[in-house]
T-cell receptor
Protein backbone atom coordinates (compact mmCIF):
# COMPACT_ATOMS: atom_id res chain seq x y z
CA UNK A 1 0.00 0.00 0.00
CA UNK A 2 1.11 3.55 -0.59
CA UNK A 3 2.56 5.39 2.34
CA UNK A 4 4.39 8.63 3.08
CA UNK A 5 6.66 8.85 6.09
CA UNK A 6 8.06 11.96 7.66
CA UNK A 7 10.15 10.71 10.58
CA UNK A 8 10.59 14.06 12.31
CA UNK A 9 7.68 15.72 14.07
CA UNK A 10 9.73 18.78 14.91
CA UNK A 11 12.91 20.21 13.46
CA UNK A 12 14.52 23.18 15.12
CA UNK A 13 17.43 25.07 13.56
CA UNK A 14 19.07 28.47 13.84
CA UNK A 15 18.76 31.13 11.20
CA UNK A 16 21.33 30.65 8.48
CA UNK A 17 21.77 26.94 9.16
CA UNK A 18 21.03 24.31 6.50
CA UNK A 19 17.72 22.52 6.67
CA UNK A 20 16.71 19.07 5.51
CA UNK A 21 13.18 17.79 6.03
CA UNK A 22 13.01 14.08 5.44
CA UNK A 23 10.36 12.27 3.46
CA UNK A 24 10.23 8.61 2.46
CA UNK A 25 7.54 6.97 0.44
CA UNK A 26 6.24 3.55 -0.42
CA UNK A 27 4.44 3.10 -3.72
CA UNK A 28 4.46 0.38 -6.33
CA UNK A 29 3.71 2.70 -9.23
CA UNK A 30 5.60 5.64 -10.67
CA UNK A 31 5.62 8.22 -7.87
CA UNK A 32 4.68 11.84 -8.13
CA UNK A 33 5.74 13.69 -5.03
CA UNK A 34 5.11 17.14 -3.65
CA UNK A 35 5.79 19.35 -0.70
CA UNK A 36 3.01 21.42 0.83
CA UNK A 37 3.54 24.09 3.47
CA UNK A 38 1.25 25.58 6.09
CA UNK A 39 2.43 28.82 7.66
CA UNK A 40 0.95 29.91 10.95
CA UNK A 41 -2.67 30.98 10.57
CA UNK A 42 -2.56 30.38 6.83
CA UNK A 43 -3.96 27.72 4.60
CA UNK A 44 -2.08 24.76 3.26
CA UNK A 45 -0.42 25.52 -0.07
CA UNK A 46 1.74 23.80 -2.61
CA UNK A 47 5.46 24.50 -2.22
CA UNK A 48 7.00 22.42 -4.97
CA UNK A 49 6.71 19.22 -7.00
CA UNK A 50 9.44 16.89 -8.05
CA UNK A 51 8.61 16.97 -11.76
CA UNK A 52 9.31 20.66 -12.13
CA UNK A 53 12.70 20.44 -10.43
CA UNK A 54 12.34 24.08 -9.48
CA UNK A 55 13.47 25.99 -6.45
CA UNK A 56 10.82 27.81 -4.48
CA UNK A 57 11.81 30.20 -1.70
CA UNK A 58 15.25 28.61 -1.79
CA UNK A 59 13.88 25.11 -1.19
CA UNK A 60 14.70 22.17 -3.43
CA UNK A 61 13.76 18.52 -3.33
CA UNK A 62 15.18 15.66 -5.35
CA UNK A 63 13.37 12.42 -5.93
CA UNK A 64 15.65 9.48 -5.16
CA UNK A 65 13.91 6.36 -6.39
CA UNK A 66 16.65 4.09 -5.09
CA UNK A 67 16.17 5.32 -1.56
CA UNK A 68 12.47 6.08 -2.08
CA UNK A 69 13.04 9.52 -0.65
CA UNK A 70 12.06 13.08 -1.44
CA UNK A 71 13.83 15.20 1.13
CA UNK A 72 13.28 18.96 1.22
CA UNK A 73 16.41 21.07 1.55
CA UNK A 74 17.43 24.65 1.97
CA UNK A 75 21.03 25.78 2.44
CA UNK A 76 20.30 28.76 4.70
CA UNK A 77 17.13 28.77 6.78
CA UNK A 78 15.22 31.98 7.43
CA UNK A 79 12.86 32.75 10.30
CA UNK A 80 9.97 33.09 7.86
CA UNK A 81 10.49 29.46 6.87
CA UNK A 82 9.00 28.39 10.20
CA UNK A 83 5.92 26.40 9.30
CA UNK A 84 4.42 22.96 9.05
CA UNK A 85 5.68 21.01 6.04
CA UNK A 86 3.85 18.08 4.50
CA UNK A 87 5.23 15.65 1.98
CA UNK A 88 2.56 14.26 -0.33
CA UNK A 89 2.30 11.42 -2.84
CA UNK A 90 -0.11 11.35 -5.75
CA UNK A 91 -1.35 7.82 -6.24
CA UNK A 92 -3.97 6.05 -8.26
CA UNK A 93 -3.23 7.48 -11.69
CA UNK A 94 -5.77 9.68 -13.41
CA UNK A 95 -8.38 9.03 -10.74
CA UNK A 96 -5.89 9.31 -7.97
CA UNK A 97 -5.49 11.44 -4.93
CA UNK A 98 -2.95 12.85 -2.56
CA UNK A 99 -1.77 11.06 0.53
CA UNK A 100 0.03 13.23 3.02
CA UNK A 101 2.75 12.45 5.50
CA UNK A 102 2.18 13.39 9.12
CA UNK A 103 4.05 16.62 8.69
CA UNK A 104 7.19 18.15 10.18
CA UNK A 105 7.10 21.38 12.10
CA UNK A 106 10.11 23.51 11.21
CA UNK A 107 11.13 26.11 13.73
CA UNK A 108 13.86 28.56 12.73
CA UNK A 109 15.30 30.44 15.66
CA UNK A 110 16.97 33.85 15.40
CA UNK B 1 -11.46 37.04 -4.26
CA UNK B 2 -10.98 34.10 -1.94
CA UNK B 3 -10.37 30.99 -4.01
CA UNK B 4 -11.67 28.38 -1.58
CA UNK B 5 -13.78 29.47 1.34
CA UNK B 6 -15.28 27.59 4.25
CA UNK B 7 -17.91 28.45 6.80
CA UNK B 8 -17.91 28.52 9.70
CA UNK B 9 -14.31 29.04 10.74
CA UNK B 10 -14.99 27.72 14.22
CA UNK B 11 -17.72 25.35 15.32
CA UNK B 12 -18.33 24.29 18.90
CA UNK B 13 -21.11 21.83 19.54
CA UNK B 14 -22.22 19.05 21.85
CA UNK B 15 -22.07 15.33 21.33
CA UNK B 16 -25.00 13.92 19.47
CA UNK B 17 -25.73 17.04 17.46
CA UNK B 18 -25.84 17.25 13.68
CA UNK B 19 -23.81 19.95 11.97
CA UNK B 20 -22.73 21.07 8.51
CA UNK B 21 -19.66 22.78 7.15
CA UNK B 22 -19.91 24.62 3.86
CA UNK B 23 -17.26 24.95 1.19
CA UNK B 24 -17.23 27.03 -1.96
CA UNK B 25 -14.61 27.50 -4.65
CA UNK B 26 -14.62 30.15 -7.35
CA UNK B 27 -11.76 28.70 -9.38
CA UNK B 28 -13.92 26.79 -11.81
CA UNK B 29 -12.38 23.53 -10.64
CA UNK B 30 -14.00 20.19 -11.34
CA UNK B 31 -12.99 18.34 -8.23
CA UNK B 32 -13.39 19.15 -4.56
CA UNK B 33 -12.14 17.38 -1.45
CA UNK B 34 -12.57 17.19 2.28
CA UNK B 35 -9.63 16.51 4.58
CA UNK B 36 -9.47 15.96 8.32
CA UNK B 37 -6.49 17.21 10.31
CA UNK B 38 -6.35 15.71 13.78
CA UNK B 39 -4.75 17.10 16.93
CA UNK B 40 -1.41 15.68 15.87
CA UNK B 41 -1.60 17.59 12.59
CA UNK B 42 -2.10 14.41 10.61
CA UNK B 43 -3.90 15.28 7.37
CA UNK B 44 -6.10 12.62 5.83
CA UNK B 45 -8.46 12.72 2.91
CA UNK B 46 -12.09 11.93 3.59
CA UNK B 47 -13.92 12.49 0.31
CA UNK B 48 -13.52 13.84 -3.16
CA UNK B 49 -16.22 14.84 -5.65
CA UNK B 50 -15.90 15.11 -9.40
CA UNK B 51 -18.85 16.34 -11.47
CA UNK B 52 -21.23 15.60 -8.63
CA UNK B 53 -20.05 12.05 -8.33
CA UNK B 54 -18.24 10.64 -5.35
CA UNK B 55 -14.95 9.35 -6.64
CA UNK B 56 -13.18 8.35 -3.47
CA UNK B 57 -14.80 7.50 -0.18
CA UNK B 58 -12.18 6.69 2.40
CA UNK B 59 -13.01 4.60 5.44
CA UNK B 60 -14.84 7.28 7.35
CA UNK B 61 -17.96 6.68 9.42
CA UNK B 62 -21.21 6.97 7.52
CA UNK B 63 -22.18 9.73 9.92
CA UNK B 64 -20.17 11.90 7.55
CA UNK B 65 -21.79 12.68 4.24
CA UNK B 66 -20.63 15.07 1.54
CA UNK B 67 -23.25 16.95 -0.43
CA UNK B 68 -22.53 18.86 -3.61
CA UNK B 69 -25.40 21.05 -4.85
CA UNK B 70 -23.27 22.22 -7.75
CA UNK B 71 -19.72 22.10 -9.03
CA UNK B 72 -18.62 25.06 -6.91
CA UNK B 73 -19.85 23.70 -3.59
CA UNK B 74 -19.10 20.68 -1.47
CA UNK B 75 -20.67 20.68 1.96
CA UNK B 76 -19.87 18.26 4.75
CA UNK B 77 -22.69 17.00 6.93
CA UNK B 78 -21.95 15.25 10.17
CA UNK B 79 -24.62 13.41 12.15
CA UNK B 80 -24.50 12.34 15.79
CA UNK B 81 -21.24 14.09 16.52
CA UNK B 82 -18.72 12.34 18.75
CA UNK B 83 -15.79 13.62 20.77
CA UNK B 84 -13.38 12.04 18.32
CA UNK B 85 -14.74 14.17 15.52
CA UNK B 86 -12.99 17.19 17.00
CA UNK B 87 -10.46 18.29 14.40
CA UNK B 88 -9.77 20.85 11.74
CA UNK B 89 -11.56 20.10 8.49
CA UNK B 90 -10.13 21.41 5.26
CA UNK B 91 -11.88 21.74 1.97
CA UNK B 92 -9.79 21.76 -1.22
CA UNK B 93 -10.28 21.83 -4.96
CA UNK B 94 -8.30 20.97 -8.06
CA UNK B 95 -8.78 21.40 -11.76
CA UNK B 96 -9.48 17.75 -12.38
CA UNK B 97 -9.42 14.59 -10.34
CA UNK B 98 -5.92 13.35 -9.76
CA UNK B 99 -4.29 16.72 -10.13
CA UNK B 100 -1.57 17.40 -7.67
CA UNK B 101 -2.10 21.12 -7.29
CA UNK B 102 -4.88 21.40 -4.80
CA UNK B 103 -6.08 24.69 -3.41
CA UNK B 104 -7.06 24.55 0.22
CA UNK B 105 -9.59 26.46 2.23
CA UNK B 106 -8.67 28.06 5.55
CA UNK B 107 -10.09 25.20 7.57
CA UNK B 108 -12.93 24.79 10.05
CA UNK B 109 -12.00 23.97 13.62
CA UNK B 110 -14.68 21.68 15.02
CA UNK B 111 -14.81 21.13 18.76
CA UNK B 112 -17.22 18.58 20.16
CA UNK B 113 -17.87 18.80 23.88
Amino acid sequence: AQRVTQPEKLLSVFKGAPVELKCNYSYSGSPELFWYVQYSRQRLQLLLRHISRESIKGFTADLNKGETSFHLKKPFAQEEDSAMYYCALLYGGSQGNLIFGKGTKLSVKP
Amino acid sequence: DTAVSQTPKYLVTQMGNDKSIKCEQNLGHDTMYWYKQDSKKFLKIMFSYNNKELIINETVPNRFSPKSPDKAHLNLHINSLELGDSAVYFCASSQVQGRWEQYFGPGTRLTVT
